[in-house]
């Protein structure tokens, strides 16, 4: 059995214990309890390397980084840092070191793969896809000279500019509706190396600008210019925009919330992704292992500027 099947049969053990044991913690709950962070994350990560995704990159008018830097709206972000981990309260909070894992496991997955753009996709709302992709982009520029562009891609409930605080407008949405540059929406905050396109206006028919082959040409203008591109998505089993985004990405991490969906259900989710550069699963809000990772690191702070070992770099200007 595999280590995912092994975790989402887990997660729906654990959640039978708590209908048997008690009420369920609901999302909000957790949310509002940064301890229970603490150890709310496993990240697993263990299927065989895909293909790479489609998005071509690199054109003759391409953009340099210098073009980009100096463009973009350096803006005064307000993070939740409830929620958002690496904003600067303390990289060593409860809930970090899971973080750090999924950022070796993903450069692990780099040395045998080209790996840049990467999906967060679940089976319905609420299990953590934005909180998992903002704290990844963010662990993701605290290494050395590493650039992450995170995007909103849930055009629906777009929300990530919340945990941030930051502006929700101009954003994705205005671009892919034709009326504005990719240079207008994207925004820098206080992380050096961390870029950020917001939803934008709220549309009413956000499944045709996802699939109209503007966001192609949004990824193969900007991917180049960044080590990473994460981006945040709708729910997969209630619309289609994130099996059509996965055509475009070369990874997909699937965030599974433990106790949340019947493991049917995800499993279904898995599926769909199968053929779509699945990565693996990222179990969120799980009951710990053991505590013994937690106490370790809780002894042993080592340096938080370790040095990537990837040699994905071509193309960044
Ligand atoms: N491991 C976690 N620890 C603490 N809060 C979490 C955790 N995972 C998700 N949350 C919170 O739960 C709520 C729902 O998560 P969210 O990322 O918005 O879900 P989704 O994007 O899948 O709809 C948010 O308030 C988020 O900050
Ligand atoms: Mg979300």
Redesign the pocket.
Known sequence: MSRIHEALKKAEEEKANRAHNGPEVKAAEVAELPATTAEGMVPIVDEEPAAPGAVEVGSPDQLTWEELKSQVRKLQWNPNTKTMLFFGQGAYLPGTEEFRTLRSRLHGFRAMQPLRTILISSSSPREG??FIAANLAQILVLQPDQRALLIDA?LR?S?LHLSLGAPATPGLSDYLGGEINELSIIQRGPLENLYFIPGGTHPANPSELIANGRLKDLLGRLAPLFDWVII?TPPAMAVSDARVMAELCDGVLLVVSAGLEPFDAVQRTKQQFENKHLLGVVLNRAEPRTSYSYKYYGYYRGPEKDTPKDGNRKGKG
């Open positions: 896809k934005s849930d409930w929300r945040d």
